[in-house]
């Protein structure tokens, strides 16, 4: 299946939207939306907020 150029791209990968994804709870956040892989995670346990590795460091 191709994938059509003019979708949008999320995450640090600046790929498009696949699998399990979360967004940055900062809302200045300039991805927004993430990869679990791309960022560490692996499972659906997260509770409370979520921020990014580059917002983390902030």
């Known amino acids: 299946m191709a994938i059509d150029p003019n979708e949008p791209t999320y995450c640090i990968c600046n ?4 699998g399990e994804m979360i967004a940055c709870d900062n809302e200045d956040c300039e991805i927004e939306w993430f990869h ?3 960022v560490g995670l692996t499972g659906k346990t997260i509770t ?7 917002c983390q460091q902030k």
């Open 15 to 18: 790929q498009v939207s696949f």
């Open 36 to 38: 679990y892989a791309c």
């Open 48 to 54: 409370g907020k979520w921020y990014c590795p580059d």
